[in-house]
Nanobody, 117 residues
C-alpha cells in the first residue's frame, strides 16, 4: 500500500506560478509512474503530466511549455512547477502513483489550485 501526501496549491493571479509537491511512502518496489491529474467542476479528471521512475515524461497539450514535472526518486517524490497559469488551470490537482508491475493506483487527497483573473 502506498500513501501520498500533497502540498502546495492555492490562489494565484493569471500569469503567476505555483509549485505542487507529492511524496509517496509505504511499500515501493520496482518501476513506477508518478504524476498529476486535475479535475475542474463538472469535468472529468484528466492527466496533467506524469513521469516514470526512469525519467520519461508526458504532458497534456494544454500545459506543454508552461508546466514542468520532476521527481526525486530517492525520496519517492514528484513536483509540478506551474508557470504562466491561466483561469482554465483552476481545478483540484491530484497526485497519482502507479505501480508498473501490476498497475495498481494510489491517489492523493487533492489540492485546490485557483487562478483568478
Amino acid at each position: 500500500q502506498v500513501q501520498l501526501v500533497e502540498s502546495g496549491g492555492g490562489l494565484v493571479q493569471v500569469g503567476g506560478s505555483l509549485r505542487l509537491s507529492c511524496e509517496a511512502s509505504g511499500t515501493i518496489v520496482g518501476r513506477n509512474v508518478m504524476g498529476w491529474y486535475r479535475q475542474a467542476p463538472g469535468k472529468q479528471r484528466e492527466l496533467v503530466a506524469d513521469i516514470t521512475s526512469g525519467g520519461k515524461t508526458i504532458y497534456a497539450d494544454s500545459v506543454k511549455g508552461r508546466f514542468t514535472i520532476s521527481r526525486d526518486s530517492a525520496k519517492n517524490a514528484v513536483s509540478l512547477q506551474m508557470n504562466g497559469l491561466k483561469p482554465d488551470d483552476t481545478a483540484v490537482y491530484y497526485c497519482r502513483f502507479c505501480n508498473s508491475a501490476d498497475y495498481t493506483d494510489s491517489w492523493g487527497q487533492g489540492t485546490q489550485v485557483t487562478v483568478s483573473s
